[in-house]
């Protein structure tokens, strides 16, 4: 799957605790983010995998088998060798959270 058009939004939602990285609070944005001067913003290429991610689990995947496909891919992890089920499943926490934000954010607009 290619996604040639990610638009990083003007500030990343559904990320409370990881939005003021000054304060040295965290080492290592999640996957799929950068920090640059200060804040956090999403990383096309890694956030290209975070897509992927989501795809597989709302197709029906589960964790484990995301992993798994994302190894087959050789689509490298951050730090790791391989992709493990915990990893997964905090980047759909927080890609479902950011989206719980969003969602919430429009509807107070109305």
Not at 15 to 27: A, D, I, Q, T, V
Not at 32 to 60: A, H, R
Request: hydrophobic share 25%; aromatic share 8%.
């Amino acid at each position: 799957m290619q996604r040639n058009n990610i638009q990083p939004p003007p500030e990343t939602k559904g990320l409370k605790g990881y939005k003021n990285f000054r304060k040295g609070s965290l080492s290592t944005p999640p996957y799929g983010y950068s920090v640059i001067q200060g804040k956090l913003v999403i990383n096309p290429q890694e956030y290209e995998t975070v897509l992927t991610i989501m795809d597989f689990w709302k197709s029906g995947k589960t964790t484990y088998a995301i992993a798994k496909t994302l190894d087959e891919k050789n689509t490298p992890p951050r730090r790791s060798k391989k992709w493990c089920r915990k990893t997964i499943s905090t980047i759909i926490k927080r890609e479902k959270a950011k989206e719980l934000d969003q969602n919430t954010d429009s509807a107070s607009e109305m």
